[in-house]
């Protein structure tokens, strides 16, 4: 069985400061793991992917995400936050032969100006 | 154009009536998902199928059923046993030579009136 939990529904930053979006994950196998980005009434963009090379994975607009399996977490991050990333992210964990995703509950964020 | 197309984008239900959402991929990806989001729920895995003529239950199928008879097509029947079917409904498929990635359709958005 797998999981993934996202901390906080609802991040708010002020343009160009830090993003952190949280999420852990647990996964009976070795897991890959991504965030995607959706903006309202769109599907889901891939943001990055973790599939067991590099621990730190680097993806489109910025952000990048670090594998730190001892804490089963793949929190994503982006240095300065820019009023276009204002958007709901979520985590996801695939795993298993039919490589289901499992999703977060997604993160709100908001960029203010 | 290559992709995922989804239609309609907007689609009305009415009281006991079964409704279809089309998915269609010129990506000749084998694998083939049907997601739904609620607000504030994630997305949660209706069908799948790994091949042409097969399928499988995902997490919440009741009121659901699917059909595969071609590569490219994977259409979600929404059926009248369905007693909540206002969500957004994602299809995604899954490449194999991408580390097992998933790309969403831009979704359709189902209301009952």
């Known amino acids: 069985a797998q999981s993934v939990t996202q901390l906080g529904s609802h991040v708010s930053v002020s343009e160009g400061a830090l993003v952190l979006l949280r999420c852990n994950y647990s996964?009976?196998?070795?897991?890959?793991l991504f965030w995607y980005v959706q903006y309202p009434n769109q599907g889901l963009q891939l943001l990055l992917k973790?599939?067991?090379?590099?621990?730190l994975v680097k993806g489109i607009n910025g952000f990048e995400a670090e594998f730190k399996k001892s804490e089963t977490s793949f929190h994503l991050t982006k240095p300065s936050a820019h009023m276009s990333d204002a958007a709901e992210y979520f985590c996801?964990?695939?795993?298993?032969?039919?490589?289901?995703?499992?999703f977060g509950k997604g993160t709100l964020l908001t960029v203010n100006p | 154009d290559g992709g995922i197309t989804q239609s309609p984008k907007y689609l009305f239900r009415k009281e006991g009536q079964n409704v279809t959402l089309s998915c269609e991929q010129n990506l000749n990806h084998d694998a083939m998902y049907w997601y739904r989001q609620d607000p504030g729920q994630g997305l949660r895995l209706i069908y799948y199928s790994q091949i042409v003529n097969d399928f499988q239950k995902g997490d919440i199928a009741e009121g659901y059923s699917v059909s595969r008879e071609k590569k490219e097509s994977f259409p979600l029947t929404v059926t009248s046993a369905q007693k909540n079917p206002t969500a957004f409904y994602l299809c995604?498929?899954?490449?194999?030579?991408?580390?097992?990635?998933?790309?969403f359709g831009p979704g359709t958005r189902l209301l009952v009136l």
């Open positions: 996964s009976s196998v070795p897991p890959y």
């Open positions: 995604a498929t899954r490449d194999r030579a991408n580390q097992e990635t998933q790309y």
């Open positions: 996801a964990v695939s795993g298993g032969s039919n490589y289901k995703l499992t």
């Open positions: 973790y599939t067991s090379a590099a621990t």
